[in-house]
């Protein structure tokens, strides 16, 4: 018990230390698009094409022209945000029977993260309206401010930590005790050997419990 425990503890320090040391916290911000077409008649071909268009829209971000314009909106750097860098740090979702685009930008900046995302929908939206020739999607939510980091967190890296050393602990002592073919008993001694145990030696400290008592 006292390794298994000491392996648990070890564990959970060793995920405060990665949190603390080297783990970089990340934010997200998610901002809102919803496609629609100008019409003032609602029939079910106006809803399948939007659904169609929904699919296309998610198709421009990944355009480089879109993150090109992107990055010369909020003028970075084009050494620090590549287009290959930007590309992983946006995500398009799409809910299921909607035509809502969720535009999610990761960062180590919270600020950054919120900029990105709403400088995606703009220029998005002004780059499918001039290039595909469609009905401009409203920007119906705009990014907020991410206030904590996303992922695990500190508690949560630390009760990862303390998990993964009680399980490694306890399948080093199956092992141990799997791989171990030595004898331990008299018994075992007597199935490896064929012959009766005429004696056993107590071990020192054993023995010295045994006088005391």
Known sequence: IKYVLLAAVAGALLALCYVLFLSTPEYQATAKLYIIRNESVVDMTALNIGSALTMDYQEVFNIW??????????QLDHAEYPIS???????????????FLYISVKHEDPQMAMDLANAYVD?????????????KPSDISEARLPSTPIGLGTQGYIILGFLAGTGLSLLV???????DDRPHTPND?????????LAVVPREEAARKNSRS
């Open 65 to 74: 022209e879109v993150h090109g314009l992107v990055r010369e909106k909020l």
């Open 85 to 99: 860098q930007m590309q992983k740090m946006v995500s398009v979702t799409n809910p299921d029977d909607t035509r």
């Open 123 to 135: 220029e998005a939206a002004e780059y499918s309206k001039n290039k595909m020739g469609t009905d």
């Open 173 to 179: 002592l199956v092992m141990l005790f799997l791989l």
């Open 189 to 197: 001694i007597t199935k490896m050997a064929g012959i009766p145990t």
